[in-house]
Nanobody, 122 residues
């Protein structure tokens, strides 16, 4: 089964940094875009950042200037560098791969990851 796999979450103090990574669970030919979402307890899942294979990046207003999304097309791996973390950044961070091309599959599909917990607390 194909899914995205996140890593790099954890507990960090306010003002600290974390770097999340995301890759597919199987070998893929390409991933058109990678998106990071997050969901805080009791809240809806929200988009944090998105990057295309061409490098175009968009961010939620709440993370602009603090988070940086990147993508290594050769490795089909995405990253989310999170700096100056705040308690309100706490939540489960999910990776979403758009238009993923898997060897042996005719069509492109989108896939979710299981999420990684980020907790910002002193």
């Amino acid at each position: 089964q194909v899914e995205m796999v996140e890593s790099g979450g954890g507990l960090v103090q306010p003002g600290g940094s974390l770097r999340l990574s995301c890759a597919a669970s199987v070998r893929v030919f390409s991933i058109n875009a990678m998106v990071w979402y997050r969901q805080a307890p009791g809240k809806q899942r929200e988009l944090v950042a998105r990057i295309t294979s061409g490098g175009d990046a968009t961010y939620a207003d709440s993370v602009k200037g603090r988070f940086t999304i990147s993508k290594d097309n050769a490795k089909n791996t995405g990253y989310l560098q999170m700096n100056s973390l705040k308690p309100e950044d706490t939540g489960v961070y999910y990776c979403y791969g758009e238009n993923v091309v898997v060897p042996g599959m005719i069509a492109e599909y989108d896939y979710w990851g299981q999420g990684t917990q980020v907790t910002v607390s002193s």
